[in-house]
């Protein structure tokens, strides 16, 4: 799929995948509710669960034949599948079939959603071999990790095709450690040293190879989630972008000039951009003032508001840490604000 495909045509809201509560019965009224055409729904994360609903165990269950188990000092694979393993693929699975029955019950048809992983280079950088080094520090290992992966991840939309009908997936990819990968500050079993730095064009190679396995069967969009503060972020963005990356997640709180200028060059080439813009807690900009804020450097760029059909909100962060009414509060601003741009943008 071609970026100006990927290109939505108007203004939507979307948020992270991660909600506070362990029961997701209790979470979908607010995400179908908030979230539902135009806009886009998430596949409900519930990171309260235990660790094997949290980023790396629910990632490293999506791994298509390669076991894995949980050790003193994380997540080990090339195991058989333990007992945490287990409960973390029954708990994916259990998650995509109350997604189904809960589209099922819903009069209006669903044709798209977003779902969140880490992406395959932090994925690597987490788990470790048998010996307790992380498996980032060997070639033969993360290519595998990375094989099995793209797999597993195909794998997941093709349940959640079967089980809900939906065909056209965003697939957000959490780099939260790619910086480091990049810069060789992982970290050694022993704390003692650091896991030499991967070669850029084997983190490009390796990304297109995930990437065009995890969209050959449906229509999939995929963004890559970096580290915000990341002095180099502008960089990292023009490798996955080479990568073949559709879109990107961006803080407007945090972003520096030079960071929207990327974006303004992102959006000319018909990448999508998931713009982080409101706080799920604290005082919520009116939608006069919020939507100032945000077309500031828009225009400053001299980007037009018919180009606003790029963007995306987001709350910043994701909302594990808070509660339903705050992130209900966050969606709502949220929704108001996408309304008033999108009129901006049929108007211009």
């Keep these: 799929m071609t970026n100006s495909e990927a290109t939505p045509s108007q203004v939507r809201v979307t948020s992270f995948c991660q909600y506070p509560t362990k029961d997701a019965q209790q979470v979908y009224p607010l995400v179908r509710g908030e979230l539902g055409a135009p806009n886009l729904g998430v596949l409900v994360q519930l990171p309260d669960r235990g660790v094997w609903s949290q980023p790396i165990g629910r990632s490293a269950s999506m791994l298509a034949d390669m076991g894995f188990d949980l050790q003193p000092h994380g997540w080990r694979v090339g195991v058989p599948d333990g007992i945490d393993?287990?409960?973390?693929?029954?708990?994916?699975?259990?998650?995509?079939?109350?997604?189904?029955?809960?589209?099922?019950a819903e009069t209006k048809v669903?044709?798209?959603?977003?779902?969140s992983m880490l992406g395959p280079w932090s994925l690597c950088a987490e788990l470790s071999l048998g010996n307790g080094e992380k498996t980032i520090s060997d070639h033969g290992a993360r290519r595998d990790i990375r094989q099995a992966y793209a797999h597993g991840v195909q794998e997941h939309l093709a349940r959640l095709a079967r089980a809900t009908g939906i065909t056209k997936f965003t697939v957000q990819l959490d780099e939260p450690v790619l910086d480091q990968v990049l810069d060789g500050r992982v970290p050694t079993a022993s704390g003692y040293r650091t896991i030499?730095?991967?070669?850029?064009s084997e983190i490009r190679e390796g990304y297109t190879q995930f990437l065009e396995v995890i969209t050959e069967r449906y229509e999939v969009q995929a963004i890559a989630n970096l580290r915000a503060g990341d002095p180099q972020l502008t960089e990292r963005i023009e490798?996955?972008?080479?990568?073949?990356?559709?879109?990107?997640?961006?803080?407007?709180?945090?972003?520096?000039?030079?960071?929207?200028?990327?974006?303004?060059?992102?959006?000319e080439k018909g990448s999508e951009i998931f713009l982080q813009a409101l706080a799920p807690t604290g005082r919520h900009p009116g939608v006069v003032e919020g939507v100032k804020q945000l077309l500031r450097p828009w225009h400053q760029l001299g980007l037009s508001d018919r180009d606003l059909g790029a963007l995306t909100l987001m709350p910043v962060g994701d909302f594990a840490a808070s509660s339903a009414t705050d992130a209900q509060r966050c969606l709502e601003r949220l929704n108001e604000w996408a309304v008033a741009l999108e009129q901006t943008r049929v108007d211009a």
């Design 85 to 104: 393993a287990r409960r973390a693929r029954a708990t994916l699975r259990s998650d995509e079939n109350l997604l189904a029955d809960i589209l099922g």
């Design 110 to 115: 669903t044709d798209e959603l977003k779902v």
């Design 196 to 200: 030499r730095s991967i070669p850029r």
């Design 239 to 267: 490798l996955l972008e080479q990568a073949g990356a559709h879109g990107f997640v961006m803080n407007s709180r945090t972003m520096t000039y030079s960071q929207w200028e990327k974006v303004a060059a992102l959006v």
